[in-house]
Structure formats: structure tokens, C-alpha cells
């Protein structure tokens, strides 16, 4: 096998591969071995025939058909390791006519591969970390949620106060068009400003059991848990069905009992303190990693597989359509209240495709620089995970990761390489003021712990 390469952009090749006419017998000599044990051929035992015999009986169509499909996949291959290739696609084939009778067998592989990466310098990053530390005033939050999650929900005949319970009936909507997650029946629902955009805490204010009112709250112009809602006005259709106030438990050794049998009060805020700082060190990485792939993506330059980029683009409006389907809109409606046409859509998706494709361009380049892999036990505990996540034994996993194992891997591989990043990383610590995200750290939901907020910020 001889093949020669062309490259029509740097990101596309044109392979031609010539398969000897010895090469192409062997195949089909090993192709007429596999078929003739499963023959039954008068006066010949199961895969002793003949192959004259054979083919007087069945022809030579599976025969050859059965080596073109082993000779050309395996010189397909051999041609790409040959030539240090990484397709990213499956190639397109033609059949190129024969040169000469007798000569080779000659085929044309068109296909997209992956870019040569110049790296530079990607390990000794300088990064700025905000300095987050845990104040007292934070573990004192949490406790007061542990608290509140604890409390027991009294009944009034009164109307809502911030700090009630009620339970609400509520649907959202912009310009009269509901949007997804703005809806709820019978939801518990915690009345506190913090918990809700500015607006719908205040507007149930003052509402009783049985009573029904518009509130008008808007979504900041930074809202970035929807961001197609940012900086909107909605109306939500209100109906309180009914009014508890929590009644908290003492704060004291017995309440500290609740989350460890062996515990008290002081224990209790030291566990609090230590979750706080763990999570504050978690969310510390994801910002070094987001910044550090910022950096990367800055200081290098290289071109990007089409095939990819339209791919990832088709992925993200795919998602747009199943995210606004669900909310009971029409595609075309959406764009229209977007302002948008489906071609200016599908480049600002093109936008955020073509980040991501370079992204992991980026990244599995490092991994293979670095030698990153996937080990068995990476791959155990992602597994592991997934499965404390959707609560399925580790062979259902398995059995529906099969399809995508090497999506999977590669993943694996993409994180550990970004946290071998972030480590050899010069992280500087800069001034910030402390900001806490207050964490339910209680075994179980307490009253109203866990109700759908659409509205939450």
C-alpha cells in the first residue's frame, strides 16, 4: 500500500491510496476462507470446498465485496498513521479508474483533520484569584438557613410578610408570552427578597389565602441564569393559597444533634466554616480555569475544522430549539420577539462554536504534549459519579455511555489536563469583598427547601 497526500486547506487533506493487486488477492483469499466455513457444498465437508467450487456455486460478489470492505478500511488507516493525520470525520471515498490493466487498485479519501497547534507557552500562567474568605457573619447565614430549613411551618390567617411560607400558584411572562421556568402549582415558596428578582417578593406582600394579583418584578440586566431574560419586565399571574410563618428551633447543642449524633453547637459551626471553604476553593478553580482558557485561547492562533465548527453550531441551535419548544413557543415566534433572523441567530451560535471547538482543540493538543490519559480509575470514578447523580447502578451507566465511551474519555482527559493547568498556574491573590452564597447543608429538606423559583436570581 503507497499513498500519496495533498492538502487542500489546512484543515482538509486528499488522500490517494494505491492497494497492490497482490494485496487486494489476499484479501479476498482471506474473505473466501471466512465465507466457505458457513457453504454447504455437495460432497464437501463445512470450509473444505474449493474455492473454483465455491465460486462455480455462489459467485465471487461476496467474496469481493468482503475484501473491499477489510482492504480498504485497513489501508485507509494505515495511510493516516503512515502520515500522522487526525480525521475528525468520516472520510469521503470515490473508486479512481485503473491506470493500466492489472495495475493497483486506486481510491481517493477526502477528509477533515485536525490542525497542527503551535503551542506556546501554556504552564506557568500568571492567574488573579479574588480572595473570598469566610467570614463569621457567613457561617452565621448558613447556621440561620439550617435554621429556617428545620423550622416548623405554623398556619396564619393573616396576610403575606417577608420571611412567611406561601403557597403559591404563579406563571410568568414577557410582553404576554409565558416563558420556560416561570411557572408553578401549589409550590411552597419562601417570601424573601434575596431569593427573587427585584419585585416578586414585595409585590405578594400583603396578599391573602385565596387572593390573586399581577406582580411586575424585572430580570437584572446581568442575569445570567437566562440570559435572554436579562433586563426584562415580567408579569406574574399570583394566587396565594396559603400563609405559614416558620417557628425555628432554639439554636443549641440539641439542634446541632440534628445533622451529627456526637455533636454540638461548636462543632457544628466548625463543620460549616470547613463546607464554606471548600466550596469558596471550588469555585475558585472553575474561575482560574475559565480565566486560564481565556489566556490560552488569546495567545494562540489556529484554523478550525469546518465540519467541527458547523457541528457544534447545529448542536447549540439544536438546544436554543428544545430550550424554547419547551417553553410552549414556536421557533419562529421566539425569533420575532428576539428581534433576530435565524441567520443572525446561528452566527452568534457560530460565535460560541467556534470557542468551544478550539477549546478542546486547544486542550487535547496540551494533553498530548503532556501525555495526559484517561486512566481506568478516572474513568471508575466519573462512572461512579454519574451514577450518584441519576441514581443508576454502574452497569446502567455503563450500558448507556457505550454509544459515546469515547466522548467520555475525552472529557476526562480535557478536565485533567485544565487542572494540570491551573496547578502549574502563578495564581495572585487580589482584595475582594467577601461574598458568601448561603449552603443548605442540612441531611433533609425542610419545609420549602427545594420549590421551583423561576424568578430566583
Known amino acids: ?27 479476498r483469499e482471506r474473505a473466501f476462507r471466512q465465507l466457505v466455513r458457513s457453504a454447504r457444498i455437495p460432497g464437501f465437508r463445512p470450509g473444505k470446498a474449493p474455492r473454483k467450487i465455491f465460486e462455480a456455486q455462489y459467485g465471487t460478489e461476496g467474496i469481493e465485496e468482503r475484501a ?24 469521503q471515498m470515490e473508486m479512481l479508474p485503473e491506470e493500466e490493466a492489472g495495475g493497483p487498485l486506486r481510491l481517493r479519501a477526502t477528509v477533515s483533520v485536525r490542525p497542527d497547534i503551535a503551542l506556546g507557552k501554556y504552564k506557568g500562567l500568571e492567574l488573579e484569584r479574588p480572595a473570598t474568605p469566610v467570614a463569621d457573619e457567613d457561617v452565621d447565614r448558613t447556621i440561620e438557613a439550617l435554621r429556617r430549613d428545620a423550622a416548623v411551618l405554623t398556619p396564619v390567617d393573616r396576610p403575606v410578610a417577608i420571611g412567611d411560607v406561601a403557597t403559591l400558584d404563579y406563571e410568568g411572562s414577557i410582553d404576554d408570552v409565558p416563558f420556560e421556568g416561570g411557572k408553578a402549582e401549589n409550590a411552597p415558596t419562601e417570601i424573601s427578597e434575596g431569593r427573587f428578582i427585584p ?36 408579569v406574574f399571574a399570583v394566587t396565594v ?37 471548600e466550596n469558596t476553593k471550588t469555585r475558585g478553580r472553575r474561575v482560574l480555569g475559565s480565566q486560564l482558557m ?22 447549540l441551535v439544536d438546544e436554543a430549539k428544545t430550550y424554547v419548544a419547551r417553553a410552549g413557543i414556536g421557533w419562529d415566534e421566539y425569533l420575532k420577539e428576539q428581534s433576530k433572523t435565524e441567520d443572525e441567530m446561528r452566527a452568534e451560535y457560530r460565535a460560541e462554536a467556534e470557542k468551544r471547538v478550539k477549546s478542546t482543540l486547544l486542550l487535547e493538543a496540551i494533553a498530548g504534549a503532556e501525555k495526559i490519559e484517561a486512566t481506568n480509575k478516572d474513568i471508575e470514578a466519573e462512572v461512579s459519579s454519574l451514577g450518584r447523580q441519576y441514581g443508576q447502578p454502574r452497569e446502567a451507566i455503563l450500558e448507556m455511555l457505550r454509544p459515546n465511551f469515547g466522548a467520555l474519555v475525552d472529557g476526562i482527559v480535557r478536565s485533567k489536563t485544565l487542572d494540570f493547568l491551573v496547578d502549574q498556574a502563578r495564581v495572585v491573590e487580589i482584595p475582594a469583598v467577601p461574598a458568601q452564597t448561603v449552603q443548605n447543608l442540612s441531611p433533609e429538606d425542610g419545609p420549602g427547601a427545594g420549590a421551583t423559583n423561576p424568578a430566583a436570581p
Do not use: C
Open 199 to 234: 419585585g416578586f417578593a414585595q409585590g405578594i406582600v400583603g396578599m391573602t389565602a385565596g387572593e390573586s394579583r399581577n406582580v411586575t418584578a424585572r430580570f437584572p440586566d446581568d442575569y445570567a441564569s437566562k440570559p435572554e431574560l436579562a433586563g426584562k419586565d415580567a
Open 1 to 27: 500500500m503507497t499513498a500519496t497526500v495533498k492538502r487542500l486547506d489546512p484543515t482538509q487533506v486528499e488522500l490517494e491510496i494505491s492497494i497492490s493487486r497482490d494485496e487486494l488477492e489476499a484479501a
Open 68 to 91: 473491499m470492505e477489510s482492504v480498504v478500511p485497513e489501508a485507509y488507516s494505515q495511510a493516516l498513521k503512515e502520515n500522522q493525520l487526525e480525521p475528525v470525520e468520516r472520510p
Open 241 to 277: 393559597h396559603e400563609v405559614k410563618t416558620p417557628e425555628l428551633p432554639p439554636l443549641d447543642d440539641e439542634f446541632a444533634k440534628r445533622f451529627h449524633a456526637d455533636a454540638d453547637l461548636a462543632k457544628l459551626r466548625t463543620d460549616v466554616r470547613g463546607r464554606l471553604e
Open 294 to 315: 481565556e489566556r490560552l485561547l488569546a495567545s494562540h492562533d489556529f484554523p478550525l475544522p469546518e465540519v467541527m465548527v458547523e457541528r457544534e453550531t447545529e448542536s
